[in-house]
């Protein structure tokens, strides 16, 4: 969790709001990530949550070695520093992981509890629930929070931002609905694409940090 708090940090100096994770296979990292949003607004990539940097590693890594992502998904552990996201937990569902391991909650935007319980709820056809393990320094992930919306994002959308959230239901739906079950390297690059049609829509909190 130390690298993952890290990766945070190195946000953080990167003007990035300071999210940070890794996740672990059989005891190796496979894949880590920090929040990329505002260095690739350009590329109107605001979708590069933490979570989502690393699945691309993750899935780089399963190609590589010949592994079906799926089964590797199975068996690996996300350790990050903020809850996720609604759209990063619907993710998680999708990809079968089984436990989450944070540091502070996400109370506006957060799909494992804070708003609706993504890792936990009955919701048919969207995946695998997940256990969350919460609260691990989670002082210092608010602090870094804190110092991050002390400077302002620059590059932040309105949190209350005339475009409507669509619901939770409305979210699975549409990544579920993305993914083919032909076989594993399409279906993961069409997780990717409907992820991307979430741009924007999640964030991380601010207003109770």
């Known amino acids: 969790m130390s690298k993952a708090f890290d990766m945070a940090l190195e946000a953080l100096e990167n003007g ?4 940070g994770c ?4 059989n005891n190796e990292i496979i894949g880590k990530g920090r929040n990329e949003v505002n260095e690739t607004k350009h590329l109107n990539q605001a979708t590069r949550h933490a979570e989502m940097v690393a699945l691309d590693q993750v899935l780089d890594w399963c190609r590589f070695r010949e592994k079906d992502p799926i089964e590797v998904c199975e068996q690996t552990v996300l350790y990050v520093t903020v809850e996720p996201c609604i759209m990063c937990a619907a993710a998680l569902r999708l990809l079968h992981m089984p436990l989450v391991v944070y540091g ?19 919701l048919p056809h969207t995946g695998t629930p997940f256990k969350c393990i919460a609260g691990y320094r989670a002082e210092e992930a608010v602090a ?3 110092t991050f919306y002390k400077q302002e ?6 949190q209350t931002g005339g475009r409507k959230k669509p619901s939770l239901s409305a979210a699975l739906r549409l990544l579920m609905g993305s993914v083919p079950i032909c076989c594993a390297a399409n279906r993961w690059r069409s997780v990717r694409g409907c992820i991307r049609k979430l741009s924007g ?8 940090v």
Not at 22 to 25: A, C, T
Not at 153 to 158: A, E, I, V, Y
């Open 201 to 208: 829509m999640y964030m991380y909190p601010r207003g109770n």
């Open 16 to 19: 990035e709001v300071p999210v």
């Open 144 to 146: 870094m929070l804190k």
């Open 104 to 122: 502070c909650k996400n109370e506006q935007f957060g799909g494992c509890g804070s708003v609706p319980d993504v890792s936990s709820d009955h």
């Open 22 to 25: 890794l996740k672990v296979y």
């Open 153 to 158: 994002n620059p590059n932040g959308q309105c």
